[in-house]
């Protein structure tokens, strides 16, 4: 279409103005016709602009106003439209004068726009227009110039292709997936029509060049009406595009690769390519050569039919006889027709086809060529022998340059006409040695025999070389004696020609070569610098790709032994490890010692190269790879036939065959070898040159992924992958991509030669290896960009394919372990993909039920990793239109035996049965895809079945629907990485479901822990605030503070109960929904955590029921507390209001004296009296309560509900008598003396020592307990002793791995009631004394004395009372506030610090701390007294936290103002209401502040005696002194130590983050390392970096050498074995280790590095931990020696996955 241009200012056309001389014919009132143009010349704008600014001057005074705004809006090859705006005045019509070179075009329109035809393509035209008036007068004109398109600019930019002349589409544009990808809309207009057929010829589809877009008139026809008119109407086509001009357009707008790719495919669809593509604006036309170069053909010639051979090369190589079809003039035979009826095949496009009666705009001069192969059957071939067919489109007499070419590279010009110039100069005068052949239509009304004759005579032509179509001959008679000329010609032809030589005859011609360009040049002299040297293809792989033989091979057979063990015997595991990673350092040292071969260093300074000249040099080595590896295999085949005649040449043959698996030599070799160079690299020093010089390699190879390269990321022929090398590769990629570097991953699984790379590259136009020969092997990525119209559907940046070595390989089958080989494979590639196809042939069931087997296993451990893939299954050869319905069937089959496999790899698996659903998301009816055959017929000449295209393009649009759906998020390239690295690490081992570690598992799991924490720590905090404001009302209860209107403290209790277990269950839901949100984001890859979903949910209800019984236990605790004190209260209350009362009869006594008494008699006036109201007062003797006997009926309780026995146990001793001396364990009975004997034999830790070391355990935690509840200095309760019996049942339950008797449990627990009954009853006594009604009055004596004389004198007590009351009751209930609030502040800003915000992170801090301070002290405290240690550690980090920065000042700041607001508020409301005396005010007071702070009983009661302040200036000075008090306050706090302030604290930081840190206290059976899993009611017990055993005090039984086995090693021997008391004394082999301890996680390490930190501190304290355990100093393997402190926190990081 037209480009519309709305004014000249802004046009974008190419528009020139009109000259001053042109103006001159329009000079003069009144003259009608100009003059014809004088020159060319066009003014510049700045011209155009005065002329009109002049212009506009003179109209206004006399001359007649021109059009203004004259434009050209519309250009085309042929027409130009212009348009302008109507002048003032009168208008009859305007004058329009078009003039190029003297030819003058003038038109007259009433109406201010015109449209001019019938231009010339690509000239320049002056344009004016003037206005004619009614008056008769004609104004000036308004001018301008406009360029008119070429047909060429024009098609383009009707095809919308216009900018791709000079920047030319490339591959990455065409194969990106958009939404046109997966949209069936037809093309609505002619710039859909390129991308319409590019879309279709990607995925080789035959139907590609029906590419007819709809029409308007289409749509709205009415059928439904009869119009006989309408039917004979002849249809519009001129809108119309032919599609031989859009292959020319394309091929003209595309660069090398894509017209490489576009012939490719149009050659597998048996289209026509272009040989010749002429540009009809240059007039220059250019050899398709490079174009064609990637097109193989495969044949069989009659002369092979009996061997069974076939040759297969590249066609440009190809040494063929051409036959060419041309026309001369008009013809009524369609040429390309009756070449489409003899080669059997539509490959032409002719009039009859699809847009092909549209005129040709741009592709006259085109040469096409298509091949003729036979198949060597003589009943199917049209030609014995292969010909190549060109066609060239127009008139020859208009592409001489095209004839000459032709004439000169055939065996035979076939000339068609209807009618012949008796001279035809253009015939006779070429020189050239081709036969002519004229075609000529006897039946046309212009055909001429007399010129026929003479034309014949001069080119010196027989019969033989004349076609005539008479009356009497019909098309297929016709095109059969056609057939047999050309056959005749082709059979006994001289004339063959490679295309490749046909370049130079293009160069004298002058036709321009696609592969001139200097970087197509260069390219290629560089790849030919390495492949001519290739002579032997096995010599030459170890000669100059050497790291990648049998060195790499065998790198690849130890990395896999350290993984799996299989080997060991009886060697220690370490030491064998040892060793093995030795020979790795030896072979790698080995690699190094090649120098990098002449091969690579010109492959890798040719990658390095320019991008475009890369490509290029990566294309022609590829090629040149593929002509060496044919050309060498198809030797080999013919010998492996030969041999195979005689049955004795046995190891010949299999010599060959040995060959024939290794001739296969491609690029991936190249990279393969880069990689082993780039990774034995990194074994040097990093100052070594060769270390830094190759660090830019895998930057290199990220650019090429980018560039559609693919990568090898398993090595098929070592079955491994070079971890680090395509780590590094990744890497790089992702620093190219960010921020857009998110993926999704599709892979095709399935049996070897079953199309598997054939149908990625239908389905996504890539180009996967798929040529003769060259199975995949291993597995191959490669990127596909996602356009931005669909990346939000999609969710993702680039889609990553790999292709996959086929399973069941022949050439693996004989191998023991190819089962193994093909697991690996389908794991790890399952694992990588969201989507995975596989690929099944339904004719082979057996086959089936094999591939099936291996990928149900796949998936199933993929579920058990938390990842569930999706998959499709595609059935391939099944062609029936009913196959979906009639395998309905099949499917229900399918699915039966899925299931079958699924429980049987379940229970392979040791998992519990499971569907196949279960595994994985598969639905029987959308999960199956039916593909037909992929030829339409026989090859070589059958064209790829449209089925086949269409069925694989309904699989594609159904695989990006489910990718779009995917309620899981995309990884980003380094997520790819990590699960790649975690997938494969795994896959080495032999139990891969026992052996997966993945760092994005890791770090899923680390935030759901994180956040989890967050979760608890805010109910947990909720409910300390919410149990400290409970308590506050319990402790207020029944004073004149407590604002309670229930009178009984059990009502209180029971409402306060009701209360607190409404919050629990609010919070308890809160969590609940928390959780259940958190798992539906599809964010951070959540969906691998789903397995630990239900153990967290546990852990919430268990949560809510801890917290639950601990604020119930709070309330009754303090309750009773509370009413214990309500007696002692009355009576010092009654006490002090005797003293009251005696203390005014006294002053009313002294007073009635009326003489002035001195402060001496007073003093004894009062003395007197008190030592008499002592006398009167009944004080009670102080009564303490027996609290062994309270602690003794506790115990009885708890014990007696182990069995009358255990009770029996318990009355054999008094409780006074426990717990004095140390607690000592002797294992007792001739049992247990056995179990002694055994553990000192086999190598584990003694009985008696273990059980010990437990009690000792529990002691310390009870002791510490029991040292927390002293400090409270409240009563005791019975609560307290309950909570330690709980505590040690627990602990005991918790502890499967130390088999502990009754007679062990009942002393323990006789020996810590007996401990914790001393202090509890010390704790009582001293709780008693301090509330002796006789000791607190005694302590208020002087008090009173003071008030005494005060109110004696009638002194005035505002300020003083006001200071008495708030130092006496106000700070200290501010104090009790805040030491009360201050543990949960600083808890949770301890736990805003990363190393407490789970407990892996915790783990990790404290290891790294240890290591960082390298003290043996510290280990062995570490190791020996785990939690002691740790407790200290977490203090030490409080202490350090507080000491140094002002955050505890801040929070004790915030809670002493608070408290000082709520003091101010409670004053102030006092005041408004009326108080009868300042006992009341003070008591209005105190019931504000009953909420917040518990007020002393005693000392307010101390306080309102003898009290006649005034109410107003008390108010005043308490308001002043409560201000001071805050200054006092802070002051205090400051100076009081940090240790001081934690022991106050009623809520204990460092108890509660060792609660909360230590989780559920579980340690690994064999190491002891501490368990790590989140919640507190996980499933399994798992532990991020075990030790070597010596740590666990391990020894050797013969040579009492510390063992330094690893139980993450030892999990996965055959035979090594353990014995401790969970075994009964009995051998159980370490890799059965669940049947004894079912609820403990151990997977082999995740890195052979991983447990390195545990190697260096055994290594480095050998000898102390030696004399610790009592043993002697183990042999320590020597690659532990050679472990530094840096490695070793590498370890650290790599096992706790810190980045």
């Excluded at 004759?453 to 005539?468: D, H, Q, R, S, Y």
Aim: with cysteine; proline share 3%.
């Amino acid at each position: 279409m037209a480009e519309s241009v709305p004014t000249m200012e802004n046009s974008d056309e190419e528009i020139y103005d009109a000259s001053d001389s042109f103006l001159e014919l329009y000079r003069g009132e009144g003259e009608k016709t100009p003059p014809a143009s004088q020159t060319d010349y066009a003014p510049s704008p700045g011209q155009v602009a005065a002329l009109n600014a002049e212009s506009k001057a003179s109209q206004s005074v006399t001359e007649p106003n021109p059009p203004v705004q004259f434009a050209v809006y519309q250009v085309s090859s042929e027409s130009l439209s212009l348009r302008w705006d109507t002048p003032a005045g009168e208008v009859e019509s305007y004058i329009v004068t078009c003039c190029h070179e003297g030819d003058v075009v003038q038109e007259s329109t009433d109406t201010n726009t015109l449209t001019l035809s019938h231009l010339k393509p690509g000239v320049c035209y002056s344009l004016l227009v003037s206005t004619q008036f009614r008056n008769g007068r004609i104004s000036k004109p308004a001018a301008t110039s406009a360029k008119t398109k070429t047909h060429l600019e024009s098609l383009l930019e009707d095809l919308g292709l216009e900018d791709r002349l000079k920047e030319k589409l490339s591959l990455s544009t065409i194969l990106q997936i958009d939404k046109k990808t997966i949209t069936d809309e037809p093309p609505k207009c002619n710039a859909d029509l390129p991308w319409y057929f590019l879309k279709k010829l990607m995925m080789v589809n035959v139907t590609a060049r029906n590419v007819k877009r709809t029409s308007a008139c289409e749509s709205s026809c009415n059928d439904s009406v009869l119009n006989l008119d309408n039917l004979v109407k002849s249809t519009n086509t001129s809108d119309m595009l032919n599609f031989v001009d859009i292959i020319t357009a394309l091929f003209l707008c595309s660069d090398g690769f894509v017209r490489q790719e576009l012939s490719l495919k149009m050659s597998m669809c048996q289209f026509s390519v272009p040989l010749l593509l002429p540009n009809c604006d240059t007039k220059q036309c250019t050899l398709m050569l490079w174009a064609m170069r990637d097109i193989v053909k495969k044949y069989r010639p009659q002369s092979l039919t009996e061997s069974k051979g076939f040759i297969e090369e590249r066609i440009v190589l190809s040494e063929l006889p051409m036959v060419s079809f041309v026309r001369l003039g008009e013809c009524s035979l369609s040429k390309s027709e009756i070449l489409n009826k003899l080669l059997s095949n539509d490959t032409f496009v002719h009039h009859d086809m699809e847009c092909g009666d549209s005129p040709r705009r741009i592709s006259n001069g085109l040469v096409e060529i298509s091949w003729y192969l036979p198949c060597g059957n003589k009943n199917m071939d049209v030609f014995s022998v292969p010909v190549a067919v060109a066609n060239l489109r127009g008139d020859i007499a208009s592409f001489q340059t095209q004839f000459s070419f032709l004439c000169q590279t055939s065996a035979a010009v076939f000339v068609f006409f209807d009618t012949l110039d008796s001279e035809c100069e253009l015939l006779t005068n070429q020189q050239h040695k081709t036969q002519i052949f004229l075609v000529g239509n006897h039946q046309s009304n212009h055909f001429s025999m007399d010129a026929l004759l003479k034309v014949a005579a001069k080119l010196g032509l027989t019969n033989k070389n004349i076609l005539l179509k008479t009356k009497q001959m019909n098309d297929a008679k016709f095109v059969k004696t056609l057939g047999e000329t050309v056959s005749n010609v082709v059979e006994n032809s001289k004339m063959k020609m490679r295309i490749e030589q046909m370049a130079d005859i293009a160069h004298k011609l002058g036709i321009l070569v696609d592969e001139e360009s200097s970087e197509c040049q260069t390219a290629k002299k560089n790849a030919d610098a390495i492949t001519t040297e290739i002579q032997d293809i096995l010599q030459y792989k170890e000669a100059e790709l050497p790291l990648q033989g049998q060195i790499w091979k065998e790198l690849t057979r130890l990395e896999k032994e350290e993984f799996r063990l299989r080997n060991v015997g009886s060697k220690n595991i370490e030491d064998y490890k040892s060793d093995l990673q030795i020979e790795k350092t030896q072979l790698r040292k080995e690699q190094n010692s090649h120098d990098i071969s002449n091969a690579m260093t010109r492959f890798i300074n040719a990658i390095s190269s320019p991008e475009i000249e890369r490509c290029y040099f990566l294309k022609w080595m590829r090629m040149n790879l593929d002509n060496v590896s044919r050309e060498k295999s198809s030797d080999l085949r013919e010998r492996y036939k030969e041999k195979c005649k005689d049955p004795e040449n046995k190891e010949e043959i299999k010599d060959i065959d040995r060959q024939l698996s290794n001739s296969s030599l491609g690029i991936e070799h190249f990279f393969r070898e880069m990689g082993q160079i780039y990774e034995a690299s990194l074994s040097l020093p990093e100052t070594d040159p060769s270390h830094k010089q190759l660090q830019h390699l895998p930057k290199l190879c990220a650019h090429l992924l980018l560039d559609g390269l693919p990568l090898e990321l398993v090595d098929g022929e070592a079955s491994n992958i070079p971890l680090r090398w395509i780590s590094d590769v990744l890497s790089q990629l992702n620093d190219l991509m960010s921020p857009q570097n998110k993926i999704l991953v599709v892979t095709v699984l399935g049996v070897q030669s079953t199309g598997k790379s054939t149908l990625l590259n239908t389905m996504f136009g890539v180009q996967f290896a798929v040529s003769s020969g060259r199975c995949t092997r291993g597995a191959f990525m490669l990127l596909i960009r996602i356009n931005e119209d669909i990346k939000k559907e999609l969710n993702c940046d680039f889609m990553v394919i790999i292709d996959t070595e086929g399973l069941k390989s022949p050439e693996l089958a004989q191998l023991d372990n190819s089962h193994e080989h093909d697991n690996e494979l389908a794991t790890l590639v399952v694992g990588l993909s969201d989507v995975t196809i596989i690929n099944i042939a339904m004719e082979n069931s057996t086959e089936m039920k094999d591939i099936l087997q291996i990928v149900v296993h796949a998936f199933l451990r993929m579920t058990e990793v938390g990842k569930k893939p999706k998959c499709q299954f595609v059935h391939q050869n099944v062609s029936d239109v009913s196959a979906h319905e009639k395998n309905l069937r099949d499917r229900k089959l399918l699915m039966q035996q899925l299931n079958e496999m699924t429980q049987a790899a379940a229970k392979m698996e040791k998992k519990e049965q499971k569907n196949f659903t279960d595994v994985m998301e598969y639905s029987p009816d959308t999960g199956n895809c039916y593909i037909p055959g992929l030829w339409n017929g026989s090859p070589p000449m059958a064209p790829v079945n449209a089925g086949y295209s269409e069925a694989v393009y309904e699989l594609k649009k159904n695989i990006i629907h489910v990718l779009g759906s995917c309620e899981s998020s995309a990884y980003d390239i380094l997520e790819f990485t990590e699960w790649m690295k975690s997938l494969w690490n795994a896959v080495k081992h032999e139990n891969f479901i026992f052996s997966f570690r993945n760092s994005l598992v890791a770090d899923a799991y680390m935030k759901l822990c994180s956040e989890f924490n967050k979760w608890e720590w805010e109910f947990r905090r909720h409910m300390y605030t919410w149990v400290t404001d409970a308590e506050t009302r319990i402790r207020n209860f029944g004073t004149i503070a407590g604002k309670s209107e229930i009178s009984d403290m059990t009502e209180c209790v029971k409402q306060l109960k009701s209360e607190a277990s409404t919050i629990l269950s609010e919070w308890e839901t809160k969590l609940l929904e928390n959780l259940a949100r958190y798992f539906k984001q599809t964010e951070g890859h959540v969906y691998l955590v789903e397995e630990y979903k239900e153990g967290f949910k546990s852990s919430a209800k268990s949560l809510r029921r801890q917290m639950q019984s601990s604020v119930f236990n709070q309330l009754t605790t303090a309750a009773d507390i509370r009413n214990g004190m309500t007696e002692l209260e009355k009576i010092k209350e009654n006490h002090t209001k005797e003293l009251e009362r005696r203390v005014r009869a006294l002053i009313e006594e002294c007073q009635k004296k009326n003489i002035q008494m001195t402060e001496k008699e007073l003093d004894e006036e009062f003395d007197k009296m008190w030592t008499e109201t002592e006398k009167e007062l009944s004080f009670k003797e102080i009564k303490f309560d027996d609290i062994y006997n309270n602690v003794t009926h506790q115990l009885r309780e708890d014990v007696s509900q182990k069995g009358s026995y255990a009770s029996t146990l318990l009355s054999q001793n008094r409780l006074q008598d426990c717990g004095l001396n140390p607690f000592i364990y002797t294992a007792e009975g001739f049992l247990k003396r056995c179990q002694d004997t055994w553990s000192t034999v086999f190598n584990v830790q003694s009985h008696t020592t273990a059980v010990q070391h437990f009690a000792d355990c529990i002691i310390d935690h009870c002791k510490q307990l029991i040292s927390d509840k002293m400090q409270i200095k409240n009563n005791y309760h019975d609560t307290y002793i309950q909570e330690i019996l709980k505590l040690i049942d627990e602990r005991l339950q918790n502890n499967p791995n130390v088999k502990i008797d009754i007679e062990f449990e009942v002393s323990l627990k006789q020996h810590i009631c007996g401990f914790a009954a001393r202090q509890f009853q010390k704790m009582h006594e001293d709780y008693i004394q301090a509330n002796d009604p006789s000791r607190c009055l005694h302590q208020n004596k002087e008090k009173f004395r003071t008030d005494f004389k005060d109110v004696f004198h009638d002194r005035d007590q505002c300020q003083k009372k006001a200071e008495e009351f708030t130092r006496c009751c106000l700070k200290l209930a501010v104090e009790d506030f805040v030491f009360r609030s201050l543990g949960p502040d600083i808890i949770g800003e301890m736990l805003t610090n990363e190393q407490f915000s789970t407990r892996m992170s915790f783990q990790y801090s404290v290891l790294l701390d240890l290591l960082r301070k390298d003290d043996f002290e510290n280990y062995l405290s570490y190791i020996s007294s785990y939690e002691v240690y740790v407790k200290n550690w977490i203090l030490n980090k409080i202490v350090e936290r507080f000491s140094k920065e002002s955050t505890m000042f801040e929070f004790e700041d915030r809670h002493v103002q608070s408290s000082i607001r709520i003091i101010n508020a409670a004053v102030n409301k006092a005041k408004t209401k009326k108080s009868a005396n300042l006992e009341s005010f003070v008591k209005n007071v105190c019931q504000e502040l009953g909420d917040k702070l518990v007020i002393s009983q005693d000392a307010l009661g101390a306080f309102m005696i003898l009290n006649n302040a005034d109410q107003e200036q008390f108010a005043h000075w308490l308001t002043e002194c409560v201000k001071d008090m805050a200054q006092v306050l802070q002051e205090e706090f400051n100076e009081t130590d940090i240790l001081m302030k934690l022991k106050d604290l009623r809520v204990k930081p460092q108890n509660e983050l060792f609660t909360k840190l230590i989780g559920c206290g579980k340690q690994c059976p064999f190491c002891a390392a501490p368990c790590e899993a989140g919640g507190q009611e996980h499933s399994k017990h798992f532990a991020s970096l075990h030790r070597p055993i010596a740590l666990g005090r391990y020894r050797c039984s013969l040579s009492k050498k510390l063992d330094t086995d690893i139980c993450s090693s030892l999990v996965i021997t055959p035979d090594r074995m353990f014995q401790c008391d969970a075994t009964n004394g009995e051998f159980h082999h370490f890799k059965d280790y669940k049947a004894i301890f079912p609820d403990w996680k151990i997977p082999p390490d995740g890195s052979l590095e991983a447990s390195d930190y545990w190697k260096y501190v055994l290594a480095k304290f050998n000898k102390k931990f030696a004399k610790a355990f009592k043993a002697k100093r183990a042999d320590i393997p020597e690659t532990w020696e050679m472990i530094t402190s840096q490695q070793a926190e590498e370890s650290l990081k790599e096992s706790f996955k810190i980045k």
